[in-house]
C-alpha cells in the first residue's frame, strides 16, 4: 500500500509540475514537445510490459493495463498526427495533380 501510496504522489507532483511546464511552451514548439511525448509513451509501454513480465498483486495490473492502453493511444495517435503534419512540408511531385 506504501508504494502505491509513493507512486500516487510521484504521479500527482509530475502532472502538476507537467501541466505548468507545457502551459508556458511557446505553440513553435508544439511539434518537436509532441515527439517527445510520443518517445515517452514508448517508454511507459516498456514499463508496464516488465510490470506484466513480475509477480504482481490484481491493483497494479489493473493500473498497468489502463497505462498501457493510455500509452498506445496517446503513441498511435501522436505519430499519426506527426506524420500528417511532416507531409505538409513535402515537395509535391511534378506531374502529379493539377492546381489549375
Keep these: 500500500m506504501t508504494n502505491l ?3 500516487g504522489g510521484v504521479f500527482l507532483f509530475s502532472f502538476v509540475v507537467g501541466y505548468f511546464l507545457i ?3 511557446p505553440t513553435l514548439l508544439h511539434t518537436p514537445l509532441m515527439s ?3 518517445a515517452i509513451s514508448a517508454v511507459t509501454i516498456l514499463g508496464v510490459l516488465i510490470l506484466f513480465s513480475v509477480a504482481s498483486t490484481r ?3 489493473i493500473i498497468g493495463s489502463v497505462a498501457f492502453v493510455m500509452a498506445a493511444f496517446n503513441l498511435v495517435g501522436g505519430f499519426a ?3 500528417r503534419m511532416l507531409r505538409l512540408f513535402k515537395k509535391k511531385e511534378a ?3 493539377n492546381n489549375g
Design 95 to 97: 506531374g502529379g495533380e
Design 5 to 7: 501510496l509513493l507512486m
Design 23 to 25: 502551459s508556458r511552451i
Design 59 to 61: 491493483t497494479e495490473q
Design 36 to 38: 517527445m511525448t510520443n
Design 81 to 83: 498526427i506527426t506524420d
